[in-house]
């Protein structure tokens, strides 16, 4: 992973805060009201989750992350932050709802990983999951931050069901960010894009969120998933 390139993104994302409610908008109707969330971060996301007034946890392998995370969300005492490494997490308790919002495709195993978070989700529990989509955009910005993939709809949707989450719900989300992506990345070569590449994007994401509410799109730039865990006893 390009250490540059990585904090490139936590510093500008955090500044995007259109893009960043457009894509808690689309977690919300799937929020439960005990939280974890892997991949916490700088904690860009996780305070936005926790307005809602969940009981979040939040986890991250990168110390410093979770300092800079502590420090944001100081005066929201029902979120709780740690450094973990979400594959060996010991579970003393179950979660209504786990979220990896841009987390998996980091993951070398990544089925591996969800079967163990599925040990800490609740029988009927929801794992929510966002990862960047369509494997022919791969290239020199995945690789600067660590991408091992991107996913299509039947590759997601075969990773969860061979995690032994059933049926999964998944739909493309932000097809406006194609072109850029694949433009910097696969034509200029780019390990980040320009900045001010973000904020313009960001000014139009109000106009491009209503244009995706009007129906689901069949591409995109991400993906997200919301799989429920089995109640007990269910194949």
Avoid at 78 to 86: E, I, R, S
Avoid at 177 to 194: D, S, Y
Avoid at 209 to 217: C, F, H, I, P, Y
């Amino acid at each position: 992973m390009n250490d540059r390139a990585q904090a490139f993104w936590l510093d500008h994302l955090q500044s995007a805060g259109h893009y960043n409610c457009w894509i808690v908008s689309q977690v919300l109707p799937h929020l439960g009201q005990d939280v974890l969330e892997v991949g916490c971060g700088t904690g860009n996301l996780t305070e936005l989750l926790a307005q809602t007034g969940a009981n979040l946890t939040g986890v991250d392998v990168n110390a410093r992350f979770v300092e800079q995370a502590k420090t944001r969300l100081q005066f929201y005492p029902h979120v709780n932050l740690m450094v973990a490494d979400a594959t060996q997490l010991v579970w003393t308790r179950s979660f209504d709802t786990i979220i990896l919002l841009d987390v998996l495709e980091h993951i070398e195993q990544d089925q591996q990983l969800l079967r163990h978070l599925k040990q800490g989700l609740k029988p009927g529990g929801r794992l929510i999951v966002k990862v960047p989509a369509l494997n022919c955009l791969y290239g020199p910005l995945d690789r600067a931050i660590g991408h091992y993939r991107r996913y299509n709809k039947c590759s997601l949707t075969a990773t969860l069901q061979q995690a032994e989450f059933p049926n999964p719900t998944v739909w493309y989300f932000n097809a406006a960010g194609i072109p850029g992506w694949w433009f910097n990345g696969k034509v200029l070569q780019r390990t980040t894009p320009p900045a001010e590449q973000i904020g313009w994007f960001d000014r139009l994401v109000p106009l491009l969120q209503k244009l995706e509410s009007w129906g689901s799109l069949p591409i995109g730039l991400s993906l997200f998933a919301v799989a429920i865990n089995p109640e007990l006893g269910e194949c």
